[in-house]
Every structure is written in C-alpha cells, then in structure tokens.
C-alpha cells in the first residue's frame, strides 16, 4: 500500500536533532500556535523529492496523510495535492479544493498555508466569486485566516490587487502576530508589482496597522511612514 511505504521512506529522511529544532522553530510547546505538533525532521527539499515520486498516489491517501497528526505527513500530503491541482482536469481542481476547504483544521501552521492556499485556493477562485476568501477572513481559526489573505497571492502575481486590499483591511485589527505578518507580506508583494496601489492603501491605513504588519509591508525600498513606524 502507497501510504505505508511513503512513511517508511518520511521516517528514513527523518533527524532527531533537526526534529527537536523544528519543534521549537514552530512554537509546539504549550499554548503556542503549534502546540502538540509532531516533527520527523526532514528537510523541506527532500520531503518535495518525495512528494514527486508518490505524485500519482490516489486522493484518498492523500487526505489520510494530510489529517495525520505527524508535521512532515502533512505538509508531504499538500505538496501532493498541489502537483495533482497543478496537473489536473477542472473537474480534478474542484475536487481538491473542495477536499482542501474541508480539510483546513489540518492545515494549521503557517509553512503548511504558504505552500499551499495561493495554489490551491487562489487559484481556483480566480476567476469566481471571492466570498469563500471573505469567510475564510472571518473565521476564529487562526489559519483559515492565514489562508484568506494568502490565497490571494495568486491574484497578486496575475497583477489583480483588489481582494488582497481588501482581506487586508478586513484583518487590520486582527490580534495575532502571524496575520500581521501575512498581510505585511501580501502588501509588500502588491507594493513591488504597484508601488503606488500599496502607498494609497498604507496613507489610508498604516495608522490602524499593527506595526509588524506595517514593517512587513515596507521591509524592502519602501519610505512611506518610516517616521511614523519609528514612533
């Protein structure tokens, strides 16, 4: 059975030491974000390796990795699921993305969000009606939050700005640091293709912003309130 060999071969990459390091690097101890996450320690090159060579294994498996409680089987299962949406008939693509959506509670840190919303649900929501992203936004997990805003990094590289803006403001007041992050980011990204589209939405803005998030979105060449996110 596919599923048996893959962890076979996910425990044979796997290090202690490295194990134990991501373990604190993804804050899993009590009352972190990752709290009770398990790690095999295996380098994210290796796991995309993999992921490569059992791209073919059947859905059903996917999904059984992608809810394992074992950080690298998850993050293997959305590598997967990422390849087969990439390759995929419509009708395929629809399937993952339901089967994503449904499964979110197993995305749950930001590595296993970033590979894998803007591919998966940015994609597929190009060209449809973005209100699945507007209650991704509203949502009290923290990571179907993460994967709002996220998500729309496809948009920014097809140089359509409006829905990241606009789960931008929606998470303006968001109390958690790894959303000011994001949406630093998202801003940031929409700044290097649209300077002036960032600078309109940071005057209008960057006072109601966390200061992460406003140093997330000016990290690179950006002057636009230096004086104000020094205060």
Known sequence: MAINEIRTELKKLGNKERAQASQRYFKTGPGEYGEGDIFLGIKVPDLRKLAKAYQDIPLPDVRQLLKSSVHEERLFSLFVLVQAYAKGNESVKRRIYKLYLKHTRFVNNWDLVDTSAGHIVGHFLVNRSKEPLYGLAQSPVLWERR???????????????????????????????????????????????????????????????????????IRENMKICKTEEDK
């Open 147 to 217: 994967i709002a805003i996220m998500a729309t990094s496809y948009f920014v590289n097809r140089h359509e700005f409006a829905e990241t803006l606009k789960i931008s403001k929606m998470l303006l007041s968001d109390a958690e640091d790894l959303i000011h992050k994001a949406v630093g980011w998202m801003l940031r990204e929409v700044g290097k293709r649209d300077l002036q589209t960032e600078e309109g939405f940071l005057k209008r803005y960057y006072k109601k912003m966390p200061r992460t998030m406003l140093r997330y979105a």
